[in-house]
């Protein structure tokens, strides 16, 4: 199953999708592949496999993505390899994923994968406050705020739509929803295999 997590950045996908797989037995993540820097506490292949453009366009050429995306300037791409691999191993992933990357998913996977989506909303204020507590520059901040009408005008993508106010709280919210999605799935497998 793929579970999938978009909001504007600074929604705090990456700090849930941490304490899903903290918390939940066979929850993993997917790391993307991204044509952006490394910034300092990140580590290749935990947050992303940080490649260079000329590598990453390589890719595309060969078809090795099942959806990417130019976001801020930089490539990021779901590897078809590594994905078809977890899921085999009947492994629930959590990945953050912006909007456009979920609509491609939800096009090339839907028939094949049981995809949960969940947008997390947070109020521009709020959003604001945690880009700025985060360490981005103001560009990158106005750059951000810039995109919270768009990301939200594809919330009819989402299964799920959740307001991120209360940490503990919105990890129990998503903790649930995976493991009834789950439910769900392995009750189709079993019908099916009758």
């Known amino acids: ?29 997917l790391p993307s592949f991204t044509s952006r820097q490394i910034r300092q506490g990140e580590t290749e292949g935990v947050q992303y496999h940080f490649i260079s453009k ?9 078809g090795d993505f099942y959806e990417y995306d130019v976001h801020h300037g930089n490539y990021y791409g779901t590897s078809r390899e590594l ?12 990945k953050d994923i912006e909007v456009n990357g979920t609509e491609n998913l939800l096009k090339l996977l ?12 947070v109020e521009k204020e709020e959003l604001k406050r945690r880009l700025i507590e985060r360490g ?14 768009y990301e939200e005008s594809k919330i009819n993508l989402y299964d799920y ?9 919105i990890v129990q919210i998503i903790m649930t929803i995976i493991e009834n999605e789950k439910r769900i799935e392995d009750s189709l497998k079993e019908g099916a295999l009758k």
């Open 136 to 149: 981005d520059n103001i560009q990158d901040i106005e750059v951000r705020l810039g995109r919270l009408d």
């Open 110 to 121: 839907k028939n094949d994968t049981r995809i949960v989506t969940i947008f997390l909303k």
């Open 83 to 94: 994905m078809n691999e977890k899921l085999s191993q009947g492994k629930i992933i959590v």
């Open 54 to 62: 000329e590598e990453f366009e390589e890719k595309i050429k060969k």
């Open 161 to 169: 739509v959740l307001k991120n106010d209360e940490f503990e709280k």
């Open 1 to 29: 199953m793929l579970v999938i997590l978009s909001g504007v950045s600074g929604a705090g996908k990456d700090t849930i999708k941490k304490e899903l797989m903290k918390r939940m037995d066979n929850v993993i993540t």
